[in-house]
């Protein structure tokens, strides 16, 4: 699996200005453990075989994995035999159900 590593221009600008409202007191450290915590976030690419098995796991059809990712029922089954790939949101979505599982993005 490749890990993809993203460096968001409002992620790094929404840590800079969670790190002034803590150094201002207003931010607890805890608060701000969670806001670095998304600095943590990689993304990995995801074969097809894994995304069917993501979705067969959730107990989900393709039409109901491909509204949930908002995205459309070919596009899904495109996913899982191969012909496409999924990236950009769909692949952090995909990365998120495969961490926390379906219900983190209902």
């Known amino acids: 699996m490749t890990k993809i590593s993203h460096t968001s221009r409002v992620l790094n600008e929404v840590l800079e200005v969670a790190q002034g409202l803590h150094g201002a007191g207003l931010i607890s450290r ?3 453990s ?3 915590a998304f600095r943590q976030l990689e993304v990995h690419d995801m074969p ?12 989900v059809s393709q039409a109901v994995f491909a509204a949930v990712l908002n ?3 070919s596009t899904v089954q495109k996913w899982e035999v ?3 790939k999924p990236s950009g949101p769909s692949l ?3 990365n998120l159900i495969e961490r926390k599982g379906l219900a983190a993005v209902l």
């Open 48 to 59: 097809p075989e894994q995304i069917k098995a993501l979705r067969e796991k959730a107990h």
């Open 30 to 32: 805890r608060r701000m």
């Open 71 to 73: 995205t459309s029922l």
């Open 82 to 84: 191969g012909d496409k």
């Open 34 to 36: 969670e806001f670095e």
């Open 92 to 94: 952090k979505l995909l």
